[in-house]
C-alpha cells in the first residue's frame, strides 16, 4: 500500500446483480475449501434503528398513564411504498398491568439501515445497537425514562417486542433480527453525548475538543473527561456481541462510535471475521496525533481484518496514521501489528435510489412544486439544506452568494436562495446568529420591499417540501466543509430527473464528491470561486446540463446503499479466503511442555534475541537484557542436561557484552554467520569459505540513500549489511526502504550469491547459504540425542528457524541428513555426513512465535511478548533448579 499513489477513479457503474453473483461465487468456494460460513451477518450500530416507548412497567416506581392515541413520531405524510406501522394492542380495563412497548422507527441513517436491510433478499441479518433513550408514553412531555428504573422483566419484554419488529419494508420481513445493548444512562450519555460528539466528531472534521465544547474554557477541561464511559460501552457492545455470535458469522461494526469494539472482540473471538466502517471523514496523521487516546484508538480499529472508509484520501489518511503515530509498518496485505494484518479499502455509500425515486411520486409534491415555480416566477431558484454544524459550511456558502451578486450584478433581483437549516445534535447559538446576521447583511444589501434575495428557514421541513425544493431548483449548492456521504446531492440529482436537470455545486471536502465528477466542485473557503461556479451553473446551456445530468444520475442510481452493503459482504468474504484470516496460532502449553521438558534426556533451547528475550526499542542498543532474562538464561544454562544457544542477527561483540558473562551458554550472531559454541571463546566463522565480494557494491547502495533519508543509518558486520530507518519520517523511510530494496532485488542480488531481508525498520543483505534455519539444523545435527526442544524468534528470519524444526508427522523415527552449516566447515573433503536418527517426535518440539495469534508462522505456538517467553523459561529453570537440588540429596 503505497501512499504516495493514489489509485485512478473508476467511473464504471457498479451493477448490484453482479455483486450480488460474485459474493455467491466467493460463499461456494469458501465452503468448497471446508471454510464455515453460517450466512449471517451481524451489524453493530450505535443505535438500533427503532424507537422504544415504554406504555406501563410492572416496577412500582413507574408510573402508567392512562391510555392514549398512539404518538405521532412524524408529521411526514406515509410513502405511497411504505405500509402503514403495525398497532399495538392496550390493555383493556381490569386486565392486570404488565409491560408493555410500542415501537417506531427511528429517523436519521437512513442509508445505512436501507443498506444493511436489502441485505435480508441473500442473508440473515442481526443489528446489535443501543436501545436508545426510553420514550416516557405521556405525548409530547419530552421526558426519558431512566434505563436504570427498569425491571428485568420490562427489559425482557422490551427484548421479545424487538424480536418480534419487522420494520417498515414488506420485502425484508421476518428476515432482519433486532439485538438491544442495554447502557447505563451515564455511561450512554457520557459515551455519545460526550466523548463522540465533544472530541471524536470535531477531530474527525478537522476540528479540535477545545473550540466546540461548551466547557472548555474550564480550567478542569480534558479531552479524556468522557473517555471512561466511552470505553465502558464499547466493552458492553462487545460482550453483547459475543452473546449472539456464531462461527462463521461476518462481522460490520459501524462508526466511530464503537472504535474499541474490533479488539477487543478479537480478544474474546480470535477466529472471528471483522470489518469496520468508518462512515465519517478520517483527518491527516497531523491533526489525528492531537488526539490524547491515539493509540487506544488506532489499536481497537486494528483488531479487525478489514477497516474501510468512503474514499481512498481517509484510507490513506488512516494508514498514516498508524505508521506515524504507532509506528505500525505497513505490508501489501495491510498494517502489519504483531503478526496481525488489517487491511484498509474504500467503497462509498449511497443512497437507497429507488427508494427516493419512489417518494418522489407522493401525491402531496406536485402542488407544493407547483406553488414554488409561481412564487419564483422569472427567477433562478438556488437551494441549500444542510444541519446548522459549524462543519456544514452554511457560513461560507452564504458569504459566497454575498459575493456572487457582488460580483455579478446582473444576478440582482433575478435570483434567490432558498437555505434550509435543520436543527444540529447540539445548539449553536452562536453559529446561528452568524447565519441570521449574514442573511440579514445579504437582504439588506442586495433586496428591497419587493424582494429579498436570501430565504432562510432554520427548521425540519417536511419530505414533500423538501422534495419540491429539490425538484424545483435551478441549481444545488452543497458546500460542508468536511462531510463524509451527504444525501442531500443524491437526492438532488435524483429528483432532478424528471424536471430540470439542474447543475450542481459540491465541496470538495465532502466524502462523495470523488464519485460525483460532474458536479461543479468548488473549495467553500474560496469564496471567489464558488460565486463563480454559481455563475456557470445558472448559465450552463441545457445540453450541458444533461450531459452532466445523465453522468451524476448514473452514478447515483448503481452506487447506492443496498451495492455497498453488498460490498461490504463481498470485501470481508475475501478476507476470510485471504492471508489475512490466517490460522489461528494456539497458546503455548505451558503444563504439557514442563511435562516432556521432565521426560527428556537433554534438552535443546534456540532463541532469537531482539523482540523475543528483549522488547523492540527504538535505539539498538537500548535492547538490554533484564534480570528476569539473565536468571532464566543462567539457570538452564547451569543445568547439564540443557544445551541453551542465543541465535540472534546482531553482531558477536554486543552478545559478549550482554550475554558473554553467562556461563555454559552458546552464541550464534549475525543470522547464523557465526558461532560460538557452549564453554569456548572462538567464534566459528561461516563465511569464510563464501564469496564475500558484493559486500562493497551492497554498501555503495546502502549510502546512496542514507544521504537522502534523513536519520537512517548502515550497520556492517562480517557476514551481511543492513540498512536501519527507524530513526527516519516513517512514511519516507518505508518509500526509500521499498525503493532501495527494488534496486538491490534487479540490479544486484540476481548476480550474487545473496538474499535481500526486509526486517522490523530494516533492510538486510546476507549471503543465501547462511541463515538461523541452517545454525538450527547443525545444533539438532551434532545433538541427535536431544528428547526436547524449545525455539522462540518474532521476525521473518526466525521462519527459518521454525521451518528446519518442521518435520513431517511419522510414526517412526525422526531422521536427519547433514546440513550446509556442517558440510562448509569440512576440512577433508571426502569425510562423509551420515544421516542421523533424532531421540524426537513432533510433539517434543516447541516452535514459538512472539505475536498476535493470526501471525503467519511455522511456528506450532505463540506467546504475546518477550515477557511471556520469560514467564515460561523461567518456569523450564525452576524446574532444572529442582532437579539439580533433588540430586544433591
Same mark, same amino acid.
Given at each position: ?68 392515541? $398512539?404518538?405521532? +413520531? ?6 405511497? !411504498?411504505?405500509? /402503514?406501522?403495525? @398497532?399495538?394492542?392496550? =390493555? #383493556? ?108 466528531? $470535531?477531530?474527525? +472534521? ?6 466546540? !465544547?461548551?466547557? /472548555?474554557?474550564? @480550567?478542569?477541561?480534558? =479531552? #479524556? ?665
Amino acid at each position: 500500500m503505497d501512499s504516495f499513489n493514489e489509485p485512478k477513479r473508476t467511473s464504471a457503474p457498479i451493477s448490484l446483480e453482479d455483486v450480488t453473483a460474485a459474493v455467491r461465487a466467493n460463499e461456494a468456494d469458501l465452503r468448497s475449501k471446508g471454510i464455515p460460513l453460517s450466512g449471517r451477518v451481524l451489524h453493530v450500530c450505535h443505535y438500533l434503528p427503532v424507537v422504544a416507548t415504554l406504555q406501563s412497567s410492572s416496577r412500582p416506581g413507574i408510573l402508567s398513564p392512562p391510555p392514549t392515541p $398512539p404518538q405521532q +413520531h412524524s408529521d411526514i405524510p406515509p410513502s405511497p !411504498s411504505e405500509p /402503514s406501522p403495525p @398497532a399495538h394492542a392496550t =390493555a #383493556d380495563a381490569g386486565v392486570e398491568l404488565k409491560p408493555k412497548w410500542s415501537l417506531a422507527a427511528r429517523q436519521g441513517h437512513t442509508a445505512m439501515i436501507s443498506g444493511i436491510r436489502s441485505l435480508s433478499a441473500t442473508h440473515e441479518q442481526i443489528i446489535i445497537g443501543w436501545t436508545g433513550d426510553i420514550e416516557s408514553p405521556v405525548a409530547n412531555s419530552g421526558t426519558k425514562i431512566p434505563s436504570n428504573s427498569l425491571s428485568e422483566e420490562d427489559k425482557t419484554a422490551l427484548e421479545e417486542e424487538i424480536a418480534r419488529y419487522e420494520g417498515d419494508d414488506e420485502e425484508i420481513k421476518g428476515k432482519t433480527a433486532y439485538v438491544p445493548v442495554w447502557l447505563d444512562d451515564k455511561v450512554a450519555h457520557g459515551h455519545y453525548d460526550g466523548y463522540c460528539k465533544q472530541t471524536l466528531w $470535531p477531530l474527525f +472534521h478537522y476540528l479540535l475538543w477545545q473550540d466546540v !465544547s461548551p466547557n /472548555s474554557h474550564s @480550567a478542569s477541561f480534558s =479531552a #479524556d473527561e468522557d473517555w471512561a464511559p466511552y470505553e465502558q460501552a464499547n466493552a458492553a457492545f462487545a460482550r453483547r456481541i459475543l452473546d449472539v455470535y456464531q462461527p462463521g458469522d461476518l462481522v460490520w461494526i459501524h462508526d466511530y462510535h464503537l472504535l474499541l469494539v474490533p479488539k477487543l472482540l478479537r480478544m474474546m473471538v480470535p477466529d472471528a471475521c471483522v470489518g469496520l466502517f468508518v462512515h465519517t471523514p478520517w483527518p491527516s496523521s497531523e491533526v489525528f496525533r492531537c488526539l490524547p487516546r491515539r493509540k487506544e484508538i488506532l489499536d481497537g480499529m486494528l483488531g479487525a481484518n478489514l477497516v474501510c472508509f468512503q474514499t481512498y484520501s481517509y484510507s490513506r489518511h488512516f494508514t498514516s496514521s498508524c505508521v506515524r503515530v504507532c509506528g505500525y509498518e505497513v505490508a501489501a496485505r495491510g498494517i502489519d501489528v504483531q503478526g496481525h494484518v488489517t487491511s484498509v479499502m474504500h467503497t462509498p455509500v449511497g443512497v437507497d435510489a429507488d427508494r427516493v425515486a419512489r417518494d418522489l411520486l407522493r401525491p402531496g409534491i406536485q402542488p407544493k412544486l407547483a406553488a414554488l415555480l409561481k412564487l419564483y416566477s422569472g427567477k433562478k431558484i438556488i437551494i441549500g439544506r444542510d444541519k446548522l454544524d459549524v462543519v456544514k459550511g452554511v457560513v461560507q456558502k452564504l458569504r459566497a452568494f454575498g459575493k456572487f451578486l457582488t460580483d455579478y450584478p446582473e444576478w440582482r433581483g433575478k435570483v434567490v436562495l432558498i437555505q434550509v437549516t435543520s436543527p444540529a445534535l447540539s445548539d449553536s447559538p452562536k453559529l446561528e446568529r452568524q447565519v441570521s446576521e449574514l442573511v440579514s447583511s445579504i437582504n439588506g444589501e442586495f433586496g428591497g420591499l419587493d424582494f429579498i434575495p436570501v430565504h432562510h428557514y432554520h427548521q425540519t421541513i417536511k419530505k414533500d417540501e423538501f422534495y419540491a425544493l429539490l425538484s424545483a431548483a435551478d441549481l444545488g449548492v452543497i458546500t460542508p466543509l468536511r462531510d463524509g456521504m451527504n444525501t442531500t446531492s443524491m437526492e438532488f440529482v435524483i429528483a432532478q430527473e424528471k424536471t430540470k436537470k439542474s447543475p450542481l455545486i459540491l465541496s470538495e471536502f465532502m466524502g462523495i464528491s470523488s464519485n460525483m465528477t460532474d458536479a461543479l466542485q468548488i473549495n467553500p473557503w474560496n469564496l471567489g470561486d464558488v460565486a463563480k461556479a454559481m455563475h456557470t451553473g445558472l448559465l450552463m446551456s441545457q445540453a450541458e446540463k444533461e450531459q452532466r445530468h445523465a453522468a451524476l444520475h448514473a452514478v447515483v442510481t448503481t452506487h447506492t446503499s443496498h451495492t455497498w452493503a453488498m460490498m461490504l459482504v463481498k470485501m470481508l468474504l475475501g478476507m476470510m479466503d485471504s492471508q489475512n484470516m490466517a490460522r489461528s496460532t494456539p497458546v503455548l502449553p505451558t503444563d504439557h511442555m514442563l511435562s516432556r521438558y521432565r521426560c527428556a534426556p537433554k534438552r535443546l533451547f534456540l532463541l532469537d534475541y531482539d523482540g523475543t528475550l528483549a522488547p523492540i526499542v527504538k535505539t539498538p542498543s537500548m535492547a538490554v537484557p533484564s534480570p528476569d532474562t539473565l536468571k532464566a538464561l543462567t539457570e538452564l544454562a547451569q543445568d547439564p542436561k540443557n544445551l541453551v544457544y542465543i541465535i540472534s542477527g546482531r553482531d558477536g561483540a554486543f552478545l559478549e557484552e550482554h550475554l558473554g558473562h553467562i556461563q555454559g551458554l552458546g552464541m550464534s550472531a549475525e543470522h547464523g554467520g557465526f558461532m560460538r559454541p557452549p564453554g569456548e571463546a572462538h567464534w566459528t566463522n561461516f563465511t569464510e569459505s563464501l564469496d564475500m565480494e558484493w559486500m562493497g557494491e551492497v554498501l555503495e547502495v546502502f549510502k546512496y540513500y542514507t544521504e537522502r533519508t534523513t536519520g537512517s543509518h548502515i550497520e556492517v558486520k562480517k557476514s551481511s549489511i543492513t540498512w536501519h530507518y527507524r530513526a527516519t519520517d516513517p512514511e519516507w523511510g518505508q518509500f526509500q526502504c521499498r525503493q532501495c530494496q527494488d534496486l538491490l532485488e534487479n540490479n544486484v542480488a540476481h548476480k550474487r550469491p545473496i538474499e535481500v531481508l526486509v526486517g522490523k525498520k530494516n533492510l538486510e543483505v546476507r549471503p543465501i547459504a547462511i541463515n538461523k534455519g541452517e545454525i538450527v539444523k547443525r545444533i539438532l545435527y551434532q545433538n541427535p540425542d536431544a528428547g526436547f526442544v524449545f525455539c522462540a524468534g518474532d521476525d521473518k528470519t526466525d521462519e527459518d528457524m521454525f521451518r528446519s524444526l518442521s518435520f513431517p508427522e511419522s510414526s517412526g523415527p525422526l531422521t536427519m541428513e547433514a546440513p550446509l552449516s556442517v558440510s562448509l566447515l569440512t576440512t577433508e573433503k571426502e569425510q562423509e555426513h551420515p544421516v542421523v536418527t533424532l531421540n524426537l517426535s513432533s510433539s517434543d518440539i516447541f516452535t514459538t512465535a512472539v505475536g498476535h495469534a493470526t501471525k503467519r508462522t511455522l511456528a506450532k505456538w505463540h506467546v504475546t511478548s518477550p515477557l511471556e517467553v520469560i514467564s515460561e523459561l523461567l518456569q523450564l529453570a525452576s524446574v532444572s533448579v529442582a532437579e539439580q537440588e533433588q540430586a544433591k540429596l
